[in-house]
């Protein structure tokens, strides 16, 4: 049975720093994985997707990596912002026919200023 | 501007009262989802559908219900039968239901009072 979980559970970081958010996953068997960010009380958006067959992928500060055969994922965010406060959650998308999203219970960030 | 609508944002229920969650979405996406999200766990699933006309339930379906009579539309009801419903509740979309990329409404917080 596929198991995401996310280090540091909470984290806090002045601004300006550059940070790395941690996800692991137990079957290396996936289709994709999915990085997002909630504020609280709000929904969740989407920062970036990286199939399996990909290495990371980039957005602006952000980029993922993606070690599958490690079972490994890292979200590494520059120069952090007060704006980048959030709850950060991976997600991984299983291979085969049963494509369900499983979830990490998120690293929340404060980014201070 | 393309996207999820959830309403109502907040929502509170009687003891012994059924409820629907509304969730609409102008994406052209085929597959539509329901989680549950309480402090300190993942988001769970409750119902999904992969394309209009079929649902399925997830890990945590029962005391809801779900209908997919429109692809733009899944509402969930949330009956009596469901013991502990205070919550906060998310609606997904994705284009299909092979995994890709999911998007979220801004959820709602249902109360049980």
């Known amino acids: 049975k596929q198991e995401v979980t996310q280090i540091p559970a909470a984290l806090s970081v002045p601004e300006g720093e550059n940070l790395v958010l941690n996800c692991s996953f137990t079957d290396s068997a996936i289709y994709n994985l999915q990085w997002f960010r909630q504020d609280p009380g709000k929904g969740l958006t989407s920062l970036l997707l990286i199939q399996s067959s990909q290495r990371e992928q980039t957005s602006g500060r952000l980029n993922a990596s993606l070690d599958k055969s490690s079972g490994r994922s890292t979200l590494y965010i520059a120069a952090s912002q007060p704006g980048d406060s959030a709850t950060y959650l991976c997600a991984v998308n299983n291979a085969g026919n049963n494509r369900k999203l499983i979830w990490g219970l998120g690293t929340s960030l404060a980014v201070n200023p | 501007d393309g996207g999820i609508t959830q309403s109502p944002k907040y929502l509170f229920r009687k003891e012994g009262q059924n409820v629907t969650l509304s969730c609409e979405q102008n994406l052209n996406h085929d597959a539509m989802y329901w989680y549950r999200q309480d402090p300190g766990q993942g988001l769970r699933l409750i119902y999904y559908?992969?394309?209009?006309?079929?649902?399925q339930k997830g890990d945590i379906a029962e005391g809801y219900s779900v209908s997919r009579e429109k692809k733009e539309s899944f509402p969930l009801t949330v009956t009596s039968a469901q013991k502990n419903p205070t919550a906060f509740y998310l609606c997904?979309?994705?284009?299909?239901?092979?995994?890709?990329?999911?998007?979220f409404g801004q959820g709602t917080r249902l109360t049980v009072v």
């Open positions: 997904a979309s994705s284009i299909d239901w092979t995994g890709g990329k999911a998007f």
């Open positions: 559908s992969q394309i209009v006309n079929d649902f």
